[in-house]
């Protein structure tokens, strides 16, 4: 029982040092909240998104439009993306598009757009040649390559266009949840809010799928640990079958004898489940102190592997050893409590 519940408690720790992790990124560097348009590709016209800045000055929103390209950088070529970004003054490219092309901060980039205008050779795709600024990383599941540039560049290479989307974050992580429930009332019609939670729903079911079966499949342990405590109780029971049946020859009744083995078991449960609990929240606690399990840089989104033992899974852990105690238990009281004093008497 002690085993099934360390290791239990382990492993719940490891899945949410590794959630954590991406909750917490998620909040950091992902969008909050997104404003897009009911129907159509583009949001409606007026003055709606400054009256929303005005609003709420402590929310940062970035009306962003744009397109596909080509990027070019010497003699290398990618499509990417181009985000049009109003609040954007230099050129940024993400880590996607500078792994592609070999690009860094200082990088002269080759933009061309699917846009044509007419030259003295006839029609041309607009080209900019532009200075990269920084290499952002990517958002949290955002494996496209990406350049942003500030408005006026994005006309010049795609044309005027209103924004399509727009992206609404907030300084404090922790307000994620609640960023769109706090826009939602300042919008026109035409504009519906996607929340955080909508905006990562696949990942976030996911996660909490993740959660459930392998803490179901590691959860067997303890099921093969009561089933172990079902064995030793029925050999325990057969072995005291003459001393039980004199207990009751002398008039202990057969509702305190079940007790008495039900007790037995169940202290053996939560025995092994208190002391299980506490090894796996303290080993998982040291591992993720000394950072004892390392990860390979920059394939991971952490360098070690992370554990977060929370008081929720220690719970969780101590009831289910409970449980399982209980139901192992159960068997071998009921049947000790149904035998006949005849009958331990005639065994010996």
């Known amino acids: 029982m002690a085993l099934g519940a360390a290791a239990l408690v382990l492993t719940l720790a490891l899945l949410e040092g590794f959630q954590y992790t991406i909750r ?15 129907s159509g590709a583009s949001l409606p016209a007026g ?22 390209v080509w990027c070019t950088v010497g ?36 933009v061309a757009s699917p846009r044509l205008v007419l030259t003295p050779l006839g ?10 600024a920084a290499v952002t990383a990517p958002r949290p599941g955002e494996e496209r390559a990406v350049v942003r540039v500030p408005r006026p560049l994005g006309e ?16 404090d992580p922790a307000l994620a949840w609640d960023v769109a429930s706090r826009v939602q009332d300042d ?22 799928l993740e959660r459930i079966m392998i803490g179901f499949g590691v959860a067997l342990i303890m099921a093969v640990a009561a089933l172990n405590l079902l064995c030793n109780l029925a050999l325990l029971a057969a072995e005291k079958r003459l001393d039980t049946a004199l207990l009751q020859a002398i008039g202990l009744e057969p509702g305190r004898l079940r007790q008495l083995f ?32 390392p990860l390979p840089a920059g394939v991971f989104i952490v360098s070690h592997v992370p554990f977060r033992p929370t008081p929720g899974a220690a719970a969780v852990v101590l009831g289910i050893s409970m449980l399982a105690a209980v139901a192992a238990s159960l068997p071998p009281a009921l049947a000790v409590a149904r035998r006949s004093v005849v009958e331990g008497l005639g065994y010996e």
């Open 24 to 38: 917490r990124q998620l909040t950091e560097r992902g969008v909050h909240a997104e404003l897009r348009p009911r």
């Open 47 to 68: 003055t709606w998104l400054e009256h929303l800045r005005q609003r709420h000055p402590e929310l940062e929103l970035r009306a962003l439009s744009g397109g596909a």
């Open 75 to 110: 003699d290398e070529a990618t499509p990417a993306e181009l985000e049009v970004v109003d609040t954007l003054s230099r050129v940024e490219v993400n880590r996607v598009l500078a792994a592609r092309l070999g690009a860094g901060a200082g990088s002269l980039l080759a």
């Open 123 to 132: 029609f041309a795709p607009v080209r900019r040649t532009l200075e990269v």
């Open 156 to 171: 010049a290479l795609l044309g005027p266009q209103g924004p399509r989307r727009v992206e609404v974050r907030s300084p």
């Open 187 to 208: 919008l026109p019609d035409e504009v519906e809010v996607v929340s955080f939670r909508e905006l990562n729903r696949p990942l976030l079911a996911a996660l909490a």
């Open 262 to 293: 039900l007790g037995l078991g169940v202290g053996v449960g939560a025995a092994g489940g208190v002391v299980g609990t506490l090894v796996g929240a303290l080993g998982a606690w040291i591992l993720d102190l000394t950072h004892a399990i």
